[in-house]
């Protein structure tokens, strides 16, 4: 039987994961989508945490893709790490058979890992509240998108061990790369 494989992105996964961007996010007018542009220039960046870069390939193909890259939490004098969570993306013809829960959920679960605390999300509340995101700023996150409202998301992980501080509050703050969406 074939079966879904999750794995961090390896160097040989570069063109299969632009191909899936820009087929999940393909626009009208043919035009390369932002989001391709978008994890090209994050992969190059400091915000980049490899084992936060998820494919989800099926029968030894990439048709999926996740990934959490750093953004920063501004509150006073003090800024916290978090983790902004996009672009999700799946293969048209792969799409709705669950590989994109799959694959963001094999990101948060490997973030938990990693000892990350708080992830935010632009998206749609219908697909993202499954994961428990809930709206950011009843979180006192805020953003260039807080205006949007509802689309404006955010999770809090559980903590890898005891004791660890509450996850921040402030001004969520995204690296240049960002602009291309
Ligand atoms: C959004 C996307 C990643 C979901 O992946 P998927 O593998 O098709 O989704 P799954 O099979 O895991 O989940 C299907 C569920 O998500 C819902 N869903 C799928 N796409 C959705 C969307 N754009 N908005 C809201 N809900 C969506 C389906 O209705 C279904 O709901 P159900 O479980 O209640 O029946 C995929 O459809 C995609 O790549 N879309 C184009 C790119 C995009 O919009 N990415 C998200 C923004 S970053």
């Not at 809090?156 to 402030?170: I, T, Y």
């Amino acid at each position: 039987m074939t079966t879904l494989r999750l794995r961090p992105e390896g160097p040989a996964d570069t063109g299969p994961v632009r191909r899936v961007l820009a087929a999940a996010f393909a626009r009208p007018d043919g035009t390369t989508p932002g989001e391709v542009a978008l994890v090209e220039e994050l992969r190059g960046s400091e915000a980049w945490i490899p084992e936060l870069a998820m494919v989800a390939e099926y029968g030894g193909e990439v048709v999926g893709y996740a990934l959490l890259s750093r953004v920063r939490v501004k509150s006073d004098d003090v800024t916290a790490p978090a983790v902004a969570l996009g672009p999700v993306a799946v293969a048209p013809h792969r799409q709705r058979v669950g590989h994109g829960t799959a694959a963001v959920q094999a990101v948060l679960d490997a973030a938990t890992e990693l000892g990350e605390r708080l992830v935010v999300v632009l998206g749609d509340p219908a697909y993202y509240r499954r994961f428990g995101f809930a709206p950011a700023d009843r979180m006192g996150l805020t953003s260039p998108w807080s205006g949007l409202g509802e689309p404006w998301q955010a999770l809090v992980l559980p903590p890898s061990v005891s004791g660890e501080p509450a996850p921040p509050r402030g001004e969520v703050v995204f690296p240049a790369p960002w602009s291309r969406v």
